[in-house]
């Protein structure tokens, strides 16, 4: 039986953690490539182009890791069998006649060997990105350079005893895409919030007029946001109804407030008001959807689930 070590279970308590990447984050973005490959395979060589835009983040985020994810695969039998992967960092815009190479900057270089399964590098470009988005005008994108290559492994022999020719089809350009993780402060709240949301997430059905939280599933089709969620396609939300009597038990979470108001109003019900039964615990659920810029997009949105009711 797996069993979860006290550090998972530490990060997941922890408030917005994205624990597959160990960052601090509630929102998780799959912002596109809009750049294009410069030039044709020829000679053994691929330019192709990569530009991100950052502007999808809102001002209020913090970015926490933004990640370049690049998948290379051999599609074609006869296809290069390795790849030499240079990438650059653009810090200017080039002149016509003039020297590519003066305002590039290397960040990446490694080979990569190409078979049936895809083949991916990943770089970390957090403080670069986090320029881009400081000053949009002076992001230039990147630029990748794909060179075939000889493979560290020797080539396999065919019926006959002769090796396997060499290349004749080109590989398709790299598919790249950056990961991008933000913190919202506005939507993250510490505390032991959420933390009871497996055990109390589905209340029971109950007759009782008492104050507590009762079951409702939202389908997002009811609500005509099918179009942009991509998932799930709706979620245990809750409410919470029913009244506040006097003496209030501690099942019914009052505050000293609530209790006095409850002997008040049992002394004059018709000028003071029972209590009102709201949410007093709740806890999170995570969305996958599009944004305005079809970029997919992970948010968690805090409150969205009523795991426990009171008085108030």
Known sequence: MFRRSEGDEARES??????????????????????RPLSGWSGGRLEQRLYF????????????LARLELSFQREAPRGPRALGVSLYRVDRATLRGADP??????????????????ASLAVDLTALAEGWRREPGRNYGLLLELLEAEPEEPLPFRPGGSLEPASAAPPPPARASLVAVSLDPLQCRSGRRGR???????????????????????????????DWIIAPQGYLANYCHGECPFPLSESLNGTNHAILQTLVHSLDPRGTPQPCCVPVQLS??????????????????QDMVVDECGCR
């Open 101 to 118: 190479e003066a305002g590039r900057r290397l960040l990446l270089a490694r080979s990569v060997r190409l078979r049936r399964e895809p």
């Open 284 to 301: 999170p659920i995570s969305m996958l959807y599009y944004d305005n810029n079809d970029n997919v997009v992970l948010r968690h949105y």
């Open 196 to 226: 009871g949301r497996r055990s109390a997430a589905r209340p029971p059905m109950t007759p009782s007029n008492v104050c507590k939280a009762r079951r409702l599933y939202i389908d997002f089709k009811d609500v005509g946001w099918q």
């Open 53 to 64: 835009n950052m502007s999808v983040l809102r001002p209020a985020e913090l970015l926490s």
């Open 14 to 35: 922890e408030p917005c953690t994205v624990s597959e990447y160990g960052v601090r984050g509630n929102i998780i973005r799959y912002v596109q490539d809009q750049g």
